[in-house]
């Protein structure tokens, strides 16, 4: 990590890091928002409990300085895993149907939130969601499914999703659609690692593959 960015790239959050942060933040400019937003994600993406609290509060910060902004939908990402680490599964949906919303303001990067949203329903059983989550899915665009982790989820999800709801012809097809993408590589040829399937929930896979089956 280059040391003139690791003031905002930071995985542990003593007081001395946030006072860091802070007095660096303090000096900066027209990317202040930016760097609230990274340092957040981040702590979020270590999954630490401990650091989760922290992820979330910048992440709002960000939402509260730049309501509508270019990475409003990254900051409430961000929040949702947060809020998952911390096992508040209410206020990680809520931070995923915000997402979903903010996203069909088409501001900012394209993040794919119904994916996130989709899989955090489909693979917690929230059949509740599932109309929403099906709405929210219309949006996919081809370039969404580049990557086989991307494909996995979105296959994954509307099998688990489709047996749920008792339709096992569906639910079966998504799921072999699943397994596929679950041995692709990565599309580039110099990054054959990037954004293949990994780190599913053990239970979940084997239910995907009981449903192919």
């Given at each position: ?6 003031w ?43 650091l ?7 992440a ?24 998952t ?9 809520q ?7 903010a ?35 219309e ?9 086989p ?6 296959f ?6 489709s ?18 993408a ?15 399937v ?16």
């Open positions: 990590m280059n040391t003139r960015d690791d905002y790239r930071k995985e542990t959050w003593s007081a001395a890091d946030a006072a860091e942060f802070e007095r660096r933040l303090s000096r900066s400019r027209g990317q202040r928002t930016q760097y609230l937003k990274l340092q957040a994600w981040h702590l979020a993406q270590t999954k630490k409990p401990s989760a609290d922290a992820a979330i509060l910048l709002n910060r960000y939402l509260a300085e730049e309501p509508n902004g270019f990475f409003e939908v990254e900051a409430h990402l961000i929040t949702a895993e947060a809020k680490t911390l096992q508040d599964f209410p206020g990680a949906l931070a995923y149907r915000c997402a979903v919303k996203e069909t303001r088409k501001r900012g990067r394209r993040c794919c939130a119904y994916l996130a949203y989709a899989w955090f329903a489909a693979s917690n059983g929230l059949s509740e969601e599932f109309d929403d989550v099906l709405k929210s899915m949006s996919m665009e081809q370039a969404d499914l580049v990557f982790m991307s494909q996995y989820k979105y994954g999800a509307l099998a688990l999703i047996a749920e709801m008792q339709d096992c012809e569906n639910a079966r097809h998504m799921a072999r659609n699943a397994l596929e679950a041995i692709k590589s990565a599309p580039f040829r110099r990054h054959r690692a990037v954004g293949i990994s780190g599913i929930d053990s239970v979940i896979q084997k239910r995907i593959s009981q449903l192919a089956a």
